[in-house]
């Protein structure tokens, strides 16, 4: 059972990525799925959240109109576009299970993956 995030890289202000996040072991649809993201310096937040029924999703107000989750069950992958980079979106991004109220972590899944680097330059 893992995740494996994947997709991060150094981009400039402005610019675009899509992160994956390939499930194994389990099905992701069967849990509320999201991104977190941990800057140095900072605590682990959530960015955003998709229901398992994939019709609900949620994010934090710093990337509302910018970033997009989505889920593609037959691959069983999680994805994050983040389009509009900004330096201030420089971290770690993560997948995990989460609430999609809150975008806290979910302990119905506690799993977490390695992790990927973006780092948004000005």
Do not use: H
């Amino acid at each position: 059972v893992q995740l494996v995030e994947s997709g991060g890289g150094l981009v400039q202000a402005g610019g675009s990525l899509r992160l994956s996040c390939a499930a194994s072991g389990f099905t992701l649809d069967k849990y509320a799925m999201g991104w977190f993201r941990q800057a140095p310096g900072k605590e682990r937040e959530g960015v955003s959240c998709m229901s398992s029924s994939g019709l609900t999703t949620n994010y934090v107000d710093s990337v509302k109109g910018r970033f997009t989750i989505s889920r593609d069950n037959a691959k069983n992958t999680l994805y994050l576009q983040m389009n509009s980079l900004k330096p201030e979106d420089t971290a770690v991004y993560y997948c995990s299970a989460c609430f999609i109220g809150t975008l806290a972590p979910s302990s119905y899944l506690d799993l977490w993956g390695q992790g990927t680097l973006v780092t948004v330059s000005s």
